[in-house]
């Protein structure tokens, strides 16, 4: 049977031992040392010069003294007897006076140990509240709410990533699955992606790292309304809705705004920076553009009123608000010459129709359909 315990090494005694005393003493002398242990200091190489009685310290860096060739250990002084050396075992734990922390030996080294006395917590390698945290996922939380509140007059959350190409971004899942994404994923442009499955992603909006473009991939609903084909409406006591298009590039070609169906442009409305206009334009059902049925010019700063006006009753006016007449020109009206062979049938244009006429006889003149022929309207004879 070993004369020693096995951890701290203090002295049994033996069956018949003379003077039991010492030996009793000597274990408690050790248990006195090494019990609840506080110390002064970890980070001085030589011994105090006034030491008191049981003052104990880890021996710093560089000893000298009576202190060589113990740094690391546990010293004790007792008087009468001087110092007493006790080397640590892996997992010891000390409060260290001085600096009002815990330290802990890890086999070679005494480290700070967790939270002590409002020191902070350095280099934990994980962290979990109410869960368990991992190699990935090295900081782990489990709770109804997250609270990140200022310390000054503002919080900012910062996520850092390494280079342009990698990932700093806020994921949300359900049941672990990825749903929803914003961030910087790939490129130093700011994204936000949606999923419906957690594995296949749709990028709903990107916005370009030096603000030159933004792009909506994906429809934008306000105020969804299907019952009444109502997609897009607004509260505001003005209009159902209000967009401004402004293209501020330097070299603007045109704003638009286009409509299609099945993926396929239909229709697009245009302001053509160059020449101060106001486009209509039609596409096919491929997409092809066939023309511009309405196309509207502006004087650039000069004024311009009424180039344009239908009024509630259908009436129209150009160049100024119609009058009784359904068609009210302020100006001059030009009908474009047609000769004879190209003027449609009198009665399929009906009674009333005008024109024309390039080659009428006794020359080019306006002519009127009666319903049946078209005549000129100096001798009301047949053009």
């Known amino acids: 049977m070993s004369e020693v315990s096995a951890v701290l090494s203090l002295p049994y005694i033996a069956p018949a031992q ?58 004790v002084f007792e008087e009468g007897t001087g110092w007493s050396f006790f080397a640590p075992e892996e997992g010891w734990v000390v409060q260290v ?85 914003m961030g910087t994923t790939g490129s130093d442009s700011f994204a936000i992606k949606v999923s419906a499955d957690g594995t296949t992603w749709t990028d709903a909006m990107s916005i370009a790292a030096d603000g030159s473009a933004t792009q909506i991939a994906t429809p934008v609903f306000i105020d969804e309304d299907l019952a009444a084909d109502r997609l897009i409406s607004s509260t505001d006591k ?22 299609g169906f099945g993926g396929v442009r239909r229709y697009a409305c245009l302001v053509h920076a160059g020449f101060e206009q106001f486009n209509i334009t039609a596409y096919d ?4 553009w066939k023309g511009s049925p309405l196309v509207m010019e502006f004087p650039g700063s000069a004024s311009m009123n009424n180039a344009l006006y239908i009024d509630k ?18 100006g001059i009206a030009r009908l474009k010459p047609t000769a004879k062979a190209a ?35 100096s001798d009301n004879q047949p053009v």
């Open 343 to 377: 003027l449609p049938s009198a009665s399929s244009v009906g009674a009333g129709g005008i024109a024309f006429v390039s080659d009428a006889s006794g020359g080019a003149q306006p002519a009127y359909s009666d319903g049946t022929d078209w005549r000129k309207m």
């Open 238 to 259: 003005h209009s159902y809705l209000t967009a401004t298009l402004n293209n501020s590039h330097p070299n603007p070609v045109a704003s638009s705004i286009q409509m």
């Open 313 to 330: 009753n259908s009436r129209v006016g150009i160049g100024r608000a119609p009058g009784v007449a359904k068609l009210d020109i302020d």
């Open 18 to 75: 003379a003077q039991k005393h010492v030996t009793h003493n000597e274990a408690l002398r050790v248990l006195d040392a090494l019990v609840q242990p506080t110390v002064g200091s970890r980070s001085v190489g030589d011994p105090p010069a006034n030491p008191d009685h049981g003052e104990r310290h880890v021996v710093g860096p560089s000893a000298s003294g009576a202190w060589a060739g113990r740094s690391g250990d546990i010293a």
């Open 285 to 288: 059902a491929s997409g092809v």
């Open 97 to 181: 006076r001085d600096e009002d922390i815990l330290c802990a030996y890890d086999g070679s080294d005494w480290t700070q140990l967790g939270l002590y006395a409002g020191q902070p917590i350095q280099n934990v390698p994980q962290l979990g509240i109410a869960t368990a945290a991992d190699d990935i996922n090295r900081l782990a939380v489990s709770s109804d709410a997250t609270l990140l509140n200022h310390a000054g007059d503002g919080h900012q959350l910062k996520i850092n990533k390494a280079a342009a190409a990698d990932t700093a971004s806020l994921l949300f899942q359900t049941n672990w699955g990825g749903r929803a994404e």
